[in-house]
């Protein structure tokens, strides 16, 4: 059953210990934990001090696990720790079932994410449900007290709130359908059963959320690294509205369109021009990226996070100390068919590690089967390692400005009230960064949606989105385009169609009477 009572209180006595092990990054939000007397949400927004602390623990909750680093006090119950990460989960959710990983692990319900075969009973799919929700719980009871404040850094606080509250419910719409509970600040406190409201209503719920703050949030870059600000809203906007037609059977080209360029317009950002920088240890000095998920060796150690994507990617040959870590975990590698993907010879992204791995994958539990990435180091981009070898500093770009870029000539081709050329031109930005100069232009008569999809899987890869394009494009179950152990076969084949959701965790659904279990499962 689902209890907001119990969990407010709870929530607010781990608060205690939290704070000292989150990044740097964000400083002025990094004070001394709440004392340890103070276990009710009543009693903590006494002090308005303790909304920042709050706040920080928000913004905690997307990089580490618990309220003392790297495991012990965990948030959620029912998963190892060490898997349980928001950004873990939602790593494996996006991308593992793709042709963009495979994982060798063993680990009881893991090795059903390479061949799309998860069930309701899956310790995984439940981890993420279980951190969206505590997520927005945790979010839902800040809004509660802010909401009642006058102060204009808590109003500021709130709008914060609010923009992490409405990533979170967009992340359960993706991955779970509009048939979650739903659950906000308006509900009573005690125990009871919340009902879904449909993927219809929750659409405009996140849509409305996010236009109500866009003028109260701050202006772009004019918030803290590691805090949302205005463009972090346009793109998720965007993202939101590229996908209607998946969510809501209603295209929304034009509204993509318009807030991919208004990040474009607005924003103030520029490519960085190293696209290895994006994922160094130094990624918080890169430019265009819009929202990051900080970390840190020292002050936000887990298993989970970019600490996870980079000790996973490494083994076999590879040399741990290039990546800035004392060993790897032998965990990925990429199917044959992503690989085919990139023009090798020339083209940067195609950061692969090639020695004594083979192409094809025969087994994916044999690490050697299957190229290893590179994409990701715990070393800066002078080659300096991170500050510690277990734990690292690189950052987790949320949104950059390439994605938006591939938005807008997405849902330009696609209908939307955008400048084709304008599309063109942003399409060879990137490439053009990518090979160094313009031998990879491209010229509008190459500018299809198969294409923007490929140059999304080159551009984004390993960072969360490929389940979702693959979804848009009707490519992830479908037998239009199979990669190898797809269906549970070595050359691939169609999966059904309910796959394209994952289920409610049958806990929950056997706890909420309110509740029905997706289609197919």
């Known amino acids: 059953m689902f209890n907001p009572k119990t969990f407010r209180i709870l929530i607010f006595a781990l608060i205690i210990g939290l704070i000292p092990f989150w990044s740097s990054c964000i400083d002025d939000l990094s004070t001394s934990p709440i004392d340890d007397s103070e276990i009710t949400s009543d009693l903590v927004f006494e002090d308005p001090e303790n909304f920042k602390r709050v706040l920080a623990k928000m913004y905690a909750g997307f990089a580490v696990t618990g309220q003392q680093g790297p495991a012990g006090m965990a948030d959620i119950q029912g998963i190892d720790e060490g898997f349980s990460s928001y950004l873990r989960q939602y790593w494996v959710a996006q991308e593992i079932p793709t042709d963009e990983a495979v994982v060798s692990w063993s680990d009881p319900g893991l090795p059903s994410f390479n061949t799309q075969s998860w069930t309701p009973s ?43 509250r409405a990533l979170s419910y967009w992340h359960a719409l993706d991955l779970y359908g509009g048939e979650v509970p739903f659950v906000t600040e308006d509900d009573p406190i005690g125990a009871f059963h919340p009902s879904p409201i449909g993927s219809e209503r929750l659409f405009e719920y996140i849509e409305s959320e996010l236009l109500a703050i866009e003028n109260d949030i701050a202006a772009p870059q ?6 949302a600000d205005r463009a972090a809203v346009w793109m998720l906007l965007a993202r939101l509205n590229l996908n209607a037609e998946v969510y809501i059977g209603e295209s929304r080209w034009n509204e993509a ?20 920088q994006l994922f160094r240890a130094d990624n918080d000095q890169a430019d265009g ?51 085919d993907k990139f023009d090798e010879d020339n083209d940067g992204r195609a950061l692969f590690h090639t020695d004594g791995q083979n192409r094809e994958i025969n087994n994916f539990g044999d690490f050697n089967d299957g190229y290893a990435v590179t994409k990701w180091r715990n070393v800066t981009s002078t080659g300096q390692p991170g500050s510690r070898t277990a734990f690292v500093d690189t950052d987790f770009p ?28 942003l399409i060879n930005e990137i490439r053009e960064r990518a090979y160094g100069d313009t031998s990879g232009n491209i010229s509008s008569a190459d500018l299809t949606l198969d294409f923007v999809l490929d140059e999304r899987a080159r551009e984004l890869y390993w960072e969360g989105h490929r389940r979702t394009d693959l979804i848009r494009y009707n490519y992830f179950t479908t037998s239009d385009y199979v990669w190898a152990w797809k269906g549970g076969s070595q050359d691939g084949s169609a999966t059904s169609a309910h796959l394209n959701i994952y289920p409610i965790p049958s806990s929950e659904v056997n706890a909420n009477p309110n509740l029905t279990q997706n289609p197919g499962y």
Do not use: C, K
């Not at 004019?222 to 805090?227: E, F, K, L, M, S």
């Not at 696609?414 to 063109?424: F, Y």
């Open 222 to 227: 004019n918030n803290q690294y590691g805090r």
């Open 398 to 425: 949320m949104f950059r400005l390439a994605e938006a870029y591939l938005i807008y000539a997405e849902a330009t081709l696609r209908g939307g009230n955008g400048s084709s050329s304008t599309a063109l031109e």
């Open 289 to 339: 990226i819009i929202f990051a998920i900080p970390f840190d060796g020292n002050r936000t150690q887990t298993f989970g996070g970019t600490n996870f994507i980079i000790h996973a990617a490494v083994g076999g040959s590879m040399s741990a100390s290039e990546f800035g870590i004392t060993g790897g975990w032998e965990g990925h590698r990429v199917t044959p068919q992503f690989v």
């Open 122 to 164: 899956n310790d995984f799919v439940m981890a993420m449900y279980s951190r969206i929700f505590y997520q927005i719980t945790l979010s839902n009871e800040f809004i509660r007290h802010a909401r009642e404040r006058n102060e204009p850094e808590i109003q500021e606080y709130l709008a914060e709130a609010r923009f992490l």
């Open 257 to 276: 369109v318009t807030y991919s360029r208004r990040v474009i317009d607005n924003g103030g950002y520029v490519l960085n021009e190293s696209y290895e």
